[in-house]
């Protein structure tokens, strides 16, 4: 699928890492670098403008690395890139470690994974059919 973007980055387009990736790594575009307190959020531009065809989203996710190592994530994840979105696609990074975390320019901060999806329309009834389940949620099917 091609998708259109704008690169506004002093970077390469986002690319897979290797052939089985489902997510393009996204690099931060900043003038100068950004320091996370622990506890601490920021929106880290990326330089990217994308137009994806009407039925994608593109999802930010966190980078297992920075999220296992250092704590860093992103804070809405997944987040959504809609269709119709054409500014910068910004990644909000927290800091969920106990260390301060510097973000260099070019680094790379999370990823991108593009995914089909379906709009709804609501069929509003008085009840649902029943299931095994039922309403139980929220642990109630166990952990072993």
Not at 22 to 47: H, K
Not at 51 to 73: F, M
Request: aromatic share 6%.
């Amino acid at each position: 699928m091609k998708v259109e973007v704008v690169n506004l980055s002093s970077h390469e387009l986002p690319k897979y890492s290797t052939n089985g990736s489902a997510g393009l790594d996204l690099r931060a575009e900043l003038q100068s670098p950004i320091t996370l307190e622990p506890g601490q959020r920021s929106l880290i531009p990326t330089g990217l403008k994308i137009a994806l065809p009407t039925g994608y989203e593109a999802q930010v996710r966190p980078r297992s690395g920075l999220a296992y190592k250092q704590g860093i994530t992103v804070l809405n994840s997944p987040g959504t890139i809609d269709a119709d979105y054409r500014g910068d696609v910004g990644v909000i990074l927290i800091n969920h470690g106990s260390e301060s975390f510097t973000i260099e320019n070019g680094e790379r901060i999370a990823q991108l994974v593009i995914a089909k999806f379906v709009q709804i329309d609501w069929d509003e009834v008085l009840d649902l059919s029943s299931t095994l389940r039922g309403e139980g949620g929220f642990g109630s099917t166990g952990v072993k």
